[in-house]
């Protein structure tokens, strides 16, 4: 049975967001949100009726439409029509694990009562969150300024009988899944229609999820770095403390410590160096995986402050009997985020293929492409092209999206943000790193193995057996291919302790 996390005040941190993920964690509103979330609808409701004068967003038009009053007893076409319009998105499906997370992001946005939706709407959000009917989301149509509006519009069609979504492994239409399980379309109210669109759930789902790869990948881009300087049969100095605690970056230090960890007990690294140095892609592992360390943690604070943030517009404050509109929707500190987190994970990539590139170089008694017989087979020559190509779309993709903007809505929203363009870059960004350490992987089992009899540390060993029960020795040329995707999958899919990951 599924355990539950429940919706209240508390912030949700990104240890929270990785067991709900990870163990498939239903979702409960508690009384103290229901509570909020109620209080705040029937605010607006009283002050609707009792002030004629219009309020951006409740009883106006919408962008530059502001000055358009619209009459009380169309407040709910007006909402609908806003869903409906705003549904403009194109390109590729966004993945149903982003998606999922949009849903709970907006869930836990709309909780904290400073939105005036209704109870069963969000009520109506949790049960598609836990039933895994997953609203048909698209990557292209989102500014990242008055919200994800795109984006979460073709969220918000589910709510009211309209649009797709994926449910038992098929896309339907949301009315045969509602019919089916008996659920009624939501009949949105003043207000409900801005508050699902406003908002940075998009970006913040694509971030969020970014940034719990990302800590996983750092931590196998280490593992690996490790495994690839033995293989190299490298020197363990330059990951001294002492050098670290004169420069002390703390990613650096971080990352210096996991390493030696990693290779205690390692006869590889304790044997006699004949060679003084090594090339930069291995005794710099410290300061150059220690500086992308460094950028995840400014980029998990942004984060965790977004996800536990309202971020519709206007901002309803019952306590304080006032309702402002601002500028919470605009996504510019996601945006600068994401490039960030781009550009940092990009470096992994960089200094990762380096490494595979020395290692098939036929350096330090390995033999030329890591092949017993090179000449008459190629060995490992094309996949560190494979990983040079990755790498160089890096590159291109890793140029930042937030020093962009575009006018829209006839000059009303005059500046935004184009982080949702980094997002998915992020995301493209993030999922060749899987491929090209996968890559790197490959190359330093293979080169282990001529290593023999001297061994690795005790942990690293334990990896490398795991490792060898899904890809063995490669003696003569085969379709490299299919070994390149199982180390893909590999990396993919083997689980880390999460106090490792943000250790």
Request: glycine share 6%; net charge neutral; aromatic share 8%.
């Amino acid at each position: 049975m599924n355990s539950t996390y429940k919706i209240d005040s508390s912030d949700l941190t990104f240890k929270a967001l990785y067991k709900i993920i990870s163990e498939n964690q239903q979702l409960e509103l508690t009384q103290e949100a229901k509570e909020k979330i109620t209080s705040c609808r029937n605010y607006l409701d009283a002050k609707i009726n009792k002030e004629s004068k219009p309020i951006y967003g409740i009883n106006t038009g919408f962008g530059s439409l502001y000055k358009v009053k619209i009459e009380n007893d169309k407040l709910q076409e007006l909402q609908e029509n806003l869903v409906m319009s705003h549904a403009c998105g194109t390109g590729d499906e966004v993945p149903k694990k982003i998606v999922k997370l949009m849903l709970l992001l907006k869930i836990k946005s709309l909780s904290y009562g400073h939105s005036g939706v209704q109870l069963v709407t969000v009520q109506r959000l949790v049960d598609f969150y836990n039933n895994d009917i997953l609203p048909v989301i698209y990557t292209q149509g989102s500014l990242g300024a008055s919200g994800d509006l795109a984006p979460l519009a073709h969220m918000a069609l589910a709510l009211i009988g309209k649009g797709h979504v994926n449910y038992k492994g098929k896309i339907q239409k949301v009315k045969v899944v509602t019919k089916e399980l008996g659920w009624q379309a939501i009949q949105l109210r003043s207000k409900e229609g801005l508050a699902l669109l406003n908002g940075t759930q998009f970006m913040s789902a694509y971030g969020s999820y970014l940034v719990l790869k990302s800590y996983k990948l750092k931590y196998f881009a280490d593992l690996i770095g490790s495994l690839s300087l033995e293989a190299f049969d490298g020197n363990l100095s330059p990951f001294d403390s002492l050098i670290h605690m004169v420069r002390p970056h703390d990613g650096q230090v971080k990352t210096a410590k996991r390493v030696r960890k990693f290779l205690e007990g390692s006869e590889l690294i304790s044997q006699p160096k004949k060679h003084v140095q090594d090339p930069y892609s291995f005794r710099c592992i410290p300061q150059v995986h220690g500086a992308t360390n460094d950028t995840l943690e400014f980029i998990k604070k942004t984060f965790r402050v977004e996800i536990n943030g309202v971020t519709d517009n206007p901002n309803i404050f019952v306590d304080q009997d006032t309702i402002i509109s601002g500028g919470n929707f605009h996504g510019q500190p996601l945006a600068l985020a994401l490039d960030y987190l781009g550009i940092a994970m990009a470096e992994l990539g960089n200094i990762s293929e380096r490494r595979t590139f020395q290692l098939v170089s036929g350096l330090r008694g390995l033999p030329p492409f890591l092949i017993a017989e090179s000449g008459l087979n190629s060995g490992f020559m094309i996949p560190q092209y494979t990983a040079a190509s990755i790498v160089s779309q890096n590159k291109q993709l890793a140029t930042p999206a937030s020093i962009d903007s575009i006018v829209s809505s006839n000059g009303q929203e005059d500046h935004v943000s184009m982080g949702a363009n980094a997002a998915t870059k992020a995301y493209r960004i993030v999922e060749n790193i899987e491929r090209i350490l996968a890559i790197e992987l490959l190359n330093a089992s293979q080169a282990l193995y001529f290593r023999k009899p001297l061994k690795t540390s005790p942990f690293l060993q334990r990896v490398l057996d795991t490792y060898r029960k899904e890809i063995q020795f490669i003696e003569k040329d085969e379709i490299l291919h299919y070994t390149i995707q199982k180390s893909i999958n590999f990396v993919k899919h083997l689980e880390i302790d999460i106090e490792e990951l943000f250790d």
